[in-house]
């Protein structure tokens, strides 16, 4: 079976743009996660989704933003990009909500900020 | 708000040494994760830790869980070349939704 799945892979762009990154979950799993990674630290948690409803949101500005689609993928929105936001973004999926059970990591999308 | 303390920051080793990372929290947990990320790689989870005391082993490694649920240890017996990588440990926020990481603990193993 299929991983999660992300998409792009890289991703460059200047600041004050906008940019949506990708992300398909396991097949079978109906929860979602994104996480922001910088270099050297944890991963650090944005949202979570679960049946399209937002179940959790972490310490982020209103410039980000996600939704999950009937087929269980879902998109990470972040407008007016700073050079702050340049980061490795984690999807990670699991079967049920919450995160009390072991979290499936995408590769995840490399953005940089210019 | 909830943080979890890993240390070492890094650790370099020879092949066949021991290895072992510490969490720490202020807080009880209800339970801790860890996950190993190789370098360029996604983290990839480990094992889950539920039980005051509890103990679990997966071949060269020993995870525990601390009696009072505020710490946790991974211990590498016997390093390899393919141990190398950053070891989190995450513990559920209070609402039950995200995971919080440590910061990690990178495993350097030299041959």
């Known amino acids: 079976d299929a991983g999660v799945t992300q998409s792009p892979t890289h991703l460059i762009k200047t600041r004050g743009q906008h940019v949506t990154l990708r992300c398909s979950p396991i097949?079978?799993?109906?929860?979602v996660s994104w996480y922001q990674q910088v270099l050297g630290q944890g991963p650090q948690f944005i949202f979570q989704?679960?049946?399209?409803?937002?179940?959790g949101r972490g310490n982020f500005p209103d410039r980000f933003s996600a939704r999950q689609f009937p087929n269980y993928s879902s998109e990470l929105n972040v407008n007016a990009l700073l050079l702050g936001d340049s980061a490795l973004y984690l999807c990670?999926?699991?079967?049920?909500?919450?995160?009390?059970?072991?979290?499936?990591f995408g590769d995840g999308t490399r953005l940089s900020i210019l | 708000g909830q943080q979890v303390m890993q240390i070492p920051q890094y650790q370099h080793v020879q092949e066949g040494e021991d290895f072992t990372t510490y969490c720490n929290s202020s807080?009880?947990?209800?339970?801790i994760q860890w996950y190993k990320q190789r370098p360029g790689g996604h983290p990839v989870f480990l094992i889950q830790?539920?039980?005051?005391?509890e103990v679990k082993k997966q071949k060269r490694l020993t995870f525990q869980f601390g009696e009072a649920k505020k710490n946790s240890s991974l211990h590498i017996t016997a390093t390899q070349t393919t141990d190398v990588g950053t070891y989190f440990c995450?513990?559920?926020?209070?609402?039950?939704?995200?995971?919080?990481f440590g910061k990690g603990t990178t495993l350097s193993v030299s041959s």
């Open positions: 990670a999926s699991s079967q049920l909500a919450g995160a009390s059970q072991p979290q499936h």
């Open positions: 097949s079978g799993h109906k929860s």
């Open positions: 989704y679960y049946e399209k409803e937002e179940r």
């Open positions: 807080t009880t947990l209800s339970n």
């Open positions: 830790l539920v039980k005051s005391g």
């Open positions: 995450a513990a559920l926020n209070q609402a039950g939704t995200a995971l919080i």
